[in-house]
């Protein structure tokens, strides 16, 4: 099973939708994470979570909001869905000491591609 | 100006050929710098740390310039296995994980 799962893995949506999107991690981190990848663009961090308590805005968080249900869940909500907001969401997770792979490396989960139409 | 640039490529190599390709990076006190894998709309995945005296994995070869504020990465023998987006990744401090992210360059191996 995957360490990283997001439901849904796709959906199709119609401006002023509220929308969430659902993240589950088995791996134990502490840490959370939500991007948003466009074509030509970068990962985006929109929002991200050290632990349940501790939430921060990403780099572009306005039209988003989020949600650390528990330390294993971390949902992304898009209260009023608009047509910009089409992309391909990934969740991922990091622990909070380095691993032998690489400081802080993030695992990613496979992504959902949203469209809003 | 974009904190983390690639070219988008795509770069074609055939199959056993090397490629190399760089990133550069704009804040001059980024701290720990890799590289990421990511095949066609599939999630990331990490590839390799970069090290400061640069570092292997196989056929894989990572390369810092602090100095000139930019990273690379050579890949020998390549295999069309190789074929994916890679991304160049920066992150500004050293005890947490808030990722800058380049847009990839795209690698196309050849039979």
């Known amino acids: 099973d995957a360490d990283v799962t997001q439901t849904p893995r796709n959906r199709i949506t119609k401006t002023g939708k509220r929308i969430m999107l659902e993240c589950s991690q088995t791996k134990g981190h502490d840490r959370m994470y939500w991007y948003r990848q466009d074509p030509g663009l970068g990962l985006r961090l929109i929002y991200y979570?050290?632990?349940?308590?501790?939430?921060n805005k990403g780099e572009i968080s306005d039209g988003y909001s989020v949600s650390r249900q528990a330390q294993a869940k971390f949902s992304l909500s898009l209260e009023s869905a608009i047509p910009n907001q089409t992309a391909l969401y990934f969740c991922a997770t990091s622990d909070r000491f380095s691993s032998a792979g690489g400081l802080y490396e993030q695992f990613f989960g496979p992504g959902t591609r949203l469209t809003v139409l | 100006r974009k904190e983390v640039e690639q070219d988008p490529g795509p770069f074609n190599v055939p199959e056993g050929a090397t490629v190399a390709f760089n990133c550069t990076y704009s804040n001059s006190a980024s701290q720990s710098f890799f590289w990421y894998r990511q095949d066609c709309r599939k999630e990331p995945k990490l590839l390799m740390s970069v090290y400061s005296s640069g570092n292997e994995d196989g056929r894989f070869t990572a390369q810092l310039n602090r100095a000139s504020q930019y990273i690379s990465l050579l890949i020998r023998d390549s295999k069309l296995s190789d074929s994916a987006t890679y991304l160049c990744?920066?992150?500004?401090?050293?005890?947490?994980?808030?990722?800058?992210f380049g847009a990839g360059t795209q690698v196309v191996v050849t039979p």
């Open positions: 979570s050290f632990d349940v308590k501790d939430i």
């Open positions: 990744v920066v992150n500004k401090f050293v005890s947490w994980g808030k990722l800058q």
